[in-house]
């Protein structure tokens, strides 16, 4: 079983507000990421990092940021919603040493932007 | 480039019959290729995984995958479908790098 929590689940807020989804993994993986899934399923990596103090955009541009200080956090943010981020964001993690890619998943914090 | 096609993008089955769903990549080195399945509203839980080796490979709950090579393929089977197999469906590729996911199939069962 996966240890990997996000939080919120689900979010409801106005546009301009200031949002920070959080997501903390107890496995000790180096590799974190996050995903935007789209209402019809597509995943686009946004955000991924391999260790503290390292972040990468992804393929898709997003104007959220992300931030590694601890190993087993990694919290994206949006400065200022818009309708527009209207998604749901699913984190995730891997194994360093395995180097496999295999994804461990959250079960995703579904935003929206009013 | 990597890549991952799946052609299929809604299938519906009947409860007790077979199912098949196709995954094509495109990758330049040897892949790792995995199956993910995502239920409404959760994240994706890993079915099965291909990292080298037997070439058909079993995962969990009841469904297995063929890897072949020649044809870039990695087709998801189960012999026999439950109503609670109806979800969505990903088939990834990738080798130390960001999964690549494919667009995802999504699985109806009916009675």
């Known amino acids: 079983e996966a240890d990997i929590y996000q939080t919120p689940r689900y979010l409801v807020i106005g546009t301009g507000k200031k949002i920070t989804l959080e997501c903390s993994q107890t496995?000790?993986?180096?590799?974190m990421y996050w995903y935007q899934q789209d209402p019809g399923m597509e995943l686009h990596l946004i955000h991924y990092?391999?260790?503290?103090?390292?972040?990468e955009k992804g393929d898709l541009s997003s104007e959220s940021t992300v931030s590694r200080i601890r190993t087993e956090h990694f919290p994206l943010t949006l400065e200022s919603a818009r309708p527009s981020h209207t998604s749901q964001y699913l984190c995730a993690s891997s194994d360093r040493g395995l180097n496999t890619g295999e994804l461990f998943f959250g079960e995703g914090s579904r935003l929206t932007v009013l | 480039a990597q890549s991952v096609t799946q052609p299929d993008i809604h299938i519906t089955v009947s409860e007790g019959a077979s199912l098949e769903l196709r995954c094509n990549y495109s990758y330049g080195a040897t892949p790792y290729l995995f199956w993910y399945v995502q239920s409404p509203g959760q994240g994706l839980q890993l079915l099965l995984k291909?990292?080298?080796?037997?070439?058909l490979v079993q995962g969990i709950k009841g469904f297995e995958a063929e890897f072949k090579r020649s044809q870039s393929s990695f087709n998801l089977r189960k012999p026999s479908v439950h109503w609670s197999d109806a979800a969505e469906y990903f088939c990834?590729?990738?080798?130390?790098?960001?999964?690549?996911f494919g667009k995802g199939t999504r699985l109806s069962v009916i009675a």
């Open positions: 291909y990292f080298s080796g037997d070439t």
């Open positions: 990834a590729v990738g080798h130390g790098t960001p999964l690549v």
């Open positions: 990092s391999y260790g503290v103090n390292s972040t």
């Open positions: 496995m000790g993986h180096d590799k």
